[in-house]
């Protein structure tokens, strides 16, 4: 691997993004009778199908180049060998181990990061089986029947969509509200007709320092001390933490800590005690379901072929749009109710992960990293964004995922989805000409000058990229594994961009400007701000 050779592969790269057919799909599917069977790639029942790509044989060949000369292998050695791929940090990113099998040796560092996890594991199932069976009990003696997750980001996103996806159809073991925001109402919204008395508080956060978890935290601490009084703490709050010292002040007694390592990242934390949460809300066969799905991709990633390697495909489709065609933007459509905050969750780990711009050696970034990442669940995305995305001038990607069977028992409900996941796709490849539209009209016997003035608004250009996501079903194992392949997706992108996919200094700048704007706002002291800044300081000045 040489500098020389890496950037001879991105050149590549680039120049075929700039030939005038890079755009074109269609002519591809003539091109080569077999492209479907071709850019269609299995994992058991899970397929991802690239065919409504502008990816050729040539860019293919390229991007393929790209992951070689990059020693994309030796990444996914060093990743799943515990090495220090964190590099700002000094950490390995092993969150893999809390999906692993039994038996399965994963290190981190020096540290047996599997025997760890699974130690964790076991002490989480028993807990759970404890406050489900009623062993466990609030301070008055009642069984809990709600549980309240404080955290945000990492500790939040995961957890929140996972424990949704989970319970909409199956019913919820616990009821389990998530106060993220801080924010006085989002409190009130959240703590709305709960008994204190039945409810379990679970402070989700890895530095246990983030001020809007412990602010909420607090409020949370005095709804409890209020209600039940100050004896009371102990048995209603559980922390998830590496930070033991910050729990133990907080008051959290230390048999209610479960605990982790910083060789898991927030945004990958959901297999870990922050996904807590998800066992108790859904209990614990689905949770262990969901980690048994996340393993199989990590399997997988680990051990395919990089030709056959779906998180591997997946990634380097991305890097075509990005650096081949220029995308800037990147769309993602769950064909599933359940899902639909699984694009907020994927904005947290592809934006957080991969929008840097500095190399993992700290000199700028040669090209664009990581896209605008947004979506919605469809059909409702089709109802409000997808005319940008059929007809307006950017050209985004987009990421189709649909289960074959439903899981609610509204089958009928479930082919209207998919026939709509099929038809959008369809519709972005194939596009409709002018003419085709104008002849539409015309056959419904419209005013031939009404038609001819209709006919541009009513064509669409087609040729527009498209990845189509399906498995047999998006149960707890389904999701889990399609969580691990963005995730390992992500880290196949951050390498081949050469950024830290593990850190996240580009959040801490705003924390440190509003703890110093806090102090302003509650009237201590002034500090030199431009003009602009000032000046909303003094609006909101003891407002
Ligand atoms: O916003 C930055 C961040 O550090 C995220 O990476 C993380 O998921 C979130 O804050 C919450 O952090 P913690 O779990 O330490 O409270």
């Not at 062993?135 to 945000?152: H, K, M, N, Q």
């Not at 109402?185 to 412990?214: M, N």
């Amino acid at each position: 691997m040489t500098v020389s050779s890496i950037e001879a592969a991105w050149d590549r790269i680039a120049a075929l993004g700039a030939r005038a057919d890079a755009r074109q799909i269609n002519t591809l599917f003539y091109d080569d009778p077999n492209r479907v069977e071709r850019m269609r790639v299995s994992l058991d029942d899970l397929t991802i199908d690239l065919s409504k790509t502008s990816i050729s044989p040539d860019v293919r060949e390229a991007l393929f180049d790209l992951a070689r000369v990059s020693d994309l292998d030796g990444f996914r050695r060093r990743l799943f060998a515990g090495g220090e791929v964190n590099n700002t940090e000094a950490r390995a990113a092993m969150h893999m181990a809390h999906r692993a099998a039994p038996g399965e040796v994963l290190m981190a560092g020096d540290e047996d990061a599997t025997a760890f996890a699974w130690e964790r594991r076991e002490r989480m199932r028993l807990f759970v089986r404890d406050v489900h069976g009623g062993t466990l009990r609030g301070a008055t003696g009642l069984p809990f029947t709600t549980v309240l997750s404080i955290g945000i980001g990492g500790s939040d996103l995961g957890p929140s969509m996972v424990t949704e996806a989970l319970t909409m159809a199956e019913g919820e073991r616990l009821e389990a509200r998530f106060l993220s925001n801080v924010d006085g109402t989002a409190f009130v919204r959240e703590t709305r007709g709960l008994d204190p008395a039945r409810t379990l508080i679970l402070v989700a956060s890895k530095s246990f320092t983030t001020a809007e978890t412990a602010a909420n935290a607090h409020v949370a601490r005095k709804w409890i001390v209020d209600a039940l009084g100050e004896d009371a703490v102990g048995a209603h709050f559980v922390a998830l933490s590496t930070n033991l010292h910050a729990t133990n002040e907080f008051g959290i007694l230390r048999e209610r800590v479960f605990g982790f390592r910083n060789w898991v990242g927030g945004r990958f934390s959901l297999w870990s005690p922050v996904g807590l949460v998800i066992a108790l809300a859904a209990g614990w066969d689905q949770f262990d379901r969901l980690l048994a799905g996340a393993h199989a991709m990590d399997r997988h990633f680990a051990e395919a072929d990089l030709e056959q390697n779906l998180p591997v495909l997946m990634a380097l489709a991305g890097i075509w749009h990005v650096n081949g065609l220029g995308s800037t933007a990147h769309c993602v459509l769950p064909y599933d109710d359940r899902l639909r905050r699984f694009p907020a969750f994927l904005q947290q780990l592809e934006m957080e992960s991969n929008g840097k711009g500095v190399t993992r050696e700290g000199a700028p970034v040669k090209r664009m990293t990581c896209p605008v990442i947004f979506g919605e669940p469809g059909t409702n995305a089709q109802h409000s964004f997808m005319q940008m995305i059929h007809q307006g001038p950017a050209v985004i990607p987009v990421d189709f995922i649909l289960a074959h069977f439903a899981m609610s028992h509204r089958a009928d409900a479930h082919r209207m989805l998919s026939a709509n996941a099929i038809a959008q796709a369809e519709a972005l490849l194939c596009g409709k000409t002018a003419v085709q539209a104008e002849m539409e009209m015309l056959q419904t016997g419209m005013d031939p000058v009404q038609a001819a003035f209709l006919a541009p608004h009513r064509a669409f250009p087609g040729d527009r990229p498209s990845i189509f996501i399906s498995m047999e079903h998006l149960d707890a194992y389904g999701i889990g594994r399609l969580i691990a392949l963005y995730e390992h997706k992500v880290a196949v992108q951050g390498h081949l961009w050469d950024v830290n996919s593990f850190d996240q200094w580009g959040v801490e700048f705003g924390k440190a400007l509003a703890t110093g704007i806090l102090a302003e706002l509650s009237g201590d002291r002034v500090y030199d701000h431009d003009p602009s800044t000032s000046a909303l300081i003094a609006t909101l000045h003891d407002v």
